[in-house]
């Protein structure tokens, strides 16, 4: 006689629901502390230089001896022929500084991640390291750098017969030298970002290009310059960022000069505020200044999106 055993039913596997009210209140309690600190160190500076914008007062008395303006300090400026020089000035250091790093980094990264040549690594290491290191110590070098007479780059230029330019002299050049040594400094940064970027791209479409016989420049065109589209968005908004951020060479080496030249937003708020003393002018240039980067990152973020 045969005794067959039937086997136990299974049990039933208990399948948790995700996205209930249970989890987003954990969610909720975890992300507080990240908001609360995002709230008093972003969002209450903002609000404060708002504030402040809209009055009267001097850093060298006390914060209740303001007196209130109202808009006065924002007409002023619309009026003030120095703050739309100051305007003027970031505006052509930002697009210089964007037309001219990008596509450096760009193509640096392609040849830094495609051909297969050793030594790659310690160029990657030499170029990230004109971003790590101070922007005081680089501004002093760069200085005797564009020193005129004895400077390195008027002596090579003497070789060729021709005399010295005056690169942070004069008003024509000054701005332009200090955009040769932003892009000199944040090129390598930008450079390993879209290095990062080709990393995400599947070999699997290069192969299948491959295959179809597209050579190299058929393969950036096509392929890799389209997948960095997110990458690039990124750069193009960190470049701006920095570049309208840019103050510390500015105050070693030219001080806003010559002759205004080189006189950027930036430096304007800290020369009105802890030169002057005009913190009520130099908040309402400096929420001015944030309400053009919002309206600027917002036009980049819509043109990728069209792009997509």
């Excluded at 975890?30 to 500076?45: G, R």
């Excluded at 016989?213 to 960095?228: D, E, H, K, N, Y």
């Excluded at 002018?281 to 997509?308: C, G, H, K, N, Y």
Aim: charged share 10%; aromatic share 12%.
């Amino acid at each position: 006689m045969t005794i067959t055993r039937q086997a136990a039913p299974a049990a039933p596997v208990a399948t948790a629901k995700l996205g209930g009210p249970s989890d987003r209140k954990w969610a909720a309690i975890f992300v507080s502390p990240a908001v609360l600190i995002m709230t008093a160190f972003m969002l209450v500076p903002i609000l404060l230089t708002l504030w402040i914008s809209l009055h009267e007062w001097s850093m060298l008395t006390p914060i209740g001896d303001m007196t209130w303006r109202g808009l006065g300090n924002y007409a002023d400026l619309i009026g003030d022929p120095a703050f739309r020089g100051s305007m003027r000035n970031t505006i052509v250091y930002v697009l210089l500084v964007v037309a001219l790093t990008v596509p450096l980094a760009v193509l640096l990264g392609l040849l830094l991640y495609f051909p297969r040549v050793g030594g790659k690594g310690a160029v990657r290491t030499a170029l990230f390291a004109t971003y790590v290191i101070p922007t005081v110590a680089i501004a002093m070098v760069w200085g005797a750098l564009y020193a005129p007479t004895y400077g390195p780059f008027d002596q090579i230029l003497g070789w060729f017969g021709i005399s010295g330019v005056g690169w942070l002299s004069s008003p024509s050049t000054a701005l332009i030298s200090l955009v040769i040594f932003h892009v000199w400094q944040m090129v390598g940064y930008y450079t390993v970002l879209v290095v990062a970027g080709l990393t995400q791209i599947p070999g699997d479409l290069y192969e299948v290009a491959r295959v179809d016989g597209a050579g190299f420049w058929r393969q950036t065109v096509s392929i890799t310059l389209p997948m960095l589209g997110r990458t690039m968005t990124f750069i193009v908004l960190v470049a701006v960022v920095n570049a309208v951020q840019v103050f510390d060479p500015i105050y070693i080496l030219t001080q806003g000069g010559p002759a205004g030249s080189t006189d950027i937003v930036s430096f304007s708020i800290q020369r009105a505020a802890f030169q002057y003393g005009l913190a009520g002018q130099a908040s309402a240039m400096a929420f001015s200044l944030f309400i053009v980067m919002i309206a600027v990152v917002a036009a980049i973020m819509a043109a990728m999106r069209r792009r997509r």
